[in-house]
């Protein structure tokens, strides 16, 4: 792969920002091993570090939907994971982001007997009667990306703290401005706790004095579907005729709004940034459509995560404030107050950086 993808295999992500904020969860969780594959020799209960990762761990990746290109992009990295450390992986989920749409998919993996299920969770509650099932069967269960509700999973590899993100994202939209106007965020699905968790973030980072000539006038959903939140962003700027910029902390959104703006009379007259990749951003950057925006390599994110998952199956991690393991050559992690796992800090593109990435 080209520049940025590659540095999977090494080098990490450049910017400022993070220390770990952790969103309330409970690691630790045990799983019980029965006959068959890797499951039998899995142990239960304390950690062993130096326990080496058991040979053929089956590994599924469930994304919020699949053929998104963000998660497509985790789900590579998870593959080349599993890849390194012997495993067969498998990446299934719905087409939609839907609350409850990932139930079915879990509970074909836990009757599967999947030794790791590595999920980003649609709604925090939804899927968890799925997930704690799937854990009682014997699975590791890692979210990443958007965490399920604590008492559902062993550990959440977050990309960056929530806080970091939020403070990101109103910074840009603020200079981009000119530090006063109205803006509007254009998020996912009205339950994705990760997105929920940023914006009422961003919500208490406008209440700062810096900002306070910025007006949030509402908040937009296009369901993580491009068509969707393409109509939405036609929708805020009817809506909202004076609205100055529009925040979308949503990788489809972000490049649905863009799209959007790129053709219309509101090119370069309303600010836009988010979450974005590169590849689906560059071309708006080029343009002049987007000034910048931010992301951390989703890649090395589903990278971390599957190997979480395998320290978790081998019994090298139980979910543990405290607990370190190795997770191939991204290094060592250690986890956090109530089983969080940072990723590290995210990186803002630019017109100066963007062709540098590749991802």
Not at 44 to 61: K, M, N, Q, R, T
Not at 122 to 134: H, I
Not at 152 to 164: E, L
Request: proline share 5%.
């Amino acid at each position: 792969m080209p520049a940025r993808t590659s540095a999977l295999r090494g080098a990490a992500l450049a910017a400022t920002l993070l220390s770990a904020l952790a969103l309330a969860a409970c690691g630790g969780t045990t799983r019980g091993g029965n006959d068959s594959g890797a499951r039998s020799d899995r142990p239960a209960g304390e950690a062993d570090p130096d326990a080496p990762i058991e040979e053929g761990l089956s590994v599924a990746f469930l994304p919020k939907q699949v053929n998104n290109p963000y998660f497509s992009v985790a789900s590579a990295g998870g593959r080349a994971a599993t890849e390194e450390f012997g495993g067969d992986f498998e990446e299934t989920g719905p087409t939609e982001a839907g609350a409850s749409s990932q139930v079915s998919y879990i509970n074909v993996l836990a009757q599967q007997q999947t030794d790791v299920i590595v999920t980003a969770a649609n709604d925090p509650n939804a899927v968890c009667g799925a997930l704690r099932s799937a854990s009682q069967s014997g699975a590791a269960i890692v979210t990443f990306d958007s965490d399920a509700s604590p008492d559902c999973r062993d550990v959440f590899v977050n990309q960056a703290t929530p806080q970091a993100i939020a403070e990101t994202q109103i910074a840009a939209i603020a200079e981009q401005i000119g530090g006063s106007g109205q803006i509007a965020i254009l998020s996912a699905t009205p339950n994705a706790t990760n997105q929920n968790t940023w914006i009422e973030l961003m919500r208490e980072e406008l209440e700062k004095p810096e900002y306070q000539d910025i007006e949030l006038v509402t908040v937009a959903y296009g369901n993580d579907d491009d068509q969707k939140s393409f109509q939405e962003t036609q929708g805020l700027l009817r809506a909202y005729p004076g609205l100055a910029g529009i925040i979308s902390p949503t990788t489809v959104g972000l490049a649905a709004s863009a799209r959007y703006l790129s053709g219309s009379e509101y090119q370069g007259e309303v600010a836009l940034t988010g979450l974005g990749t590169p590849n689906q951003m560059r071309e708006y950057v080029h343009d002049g459509t987007v000034e910048s925006f931010a992301l951390w390599d989703p890649e090395q994110l589903g990278y971390l995560a599957a190997y979480a998952g395998a320290a978790l199956a081998s019994g090298q991690i139980t979910g543990a404030e405290g607990e370190t393991f190795t997770a191939g050559e991204l290094g060592e992690y250690t986890i956090g107050e109530d089983g969080e796992i940072v990723l590290g800090p995210p990186t803002v593109f630019d017109a100066s950086n963007i062709d540098d990435y590749d991802f």
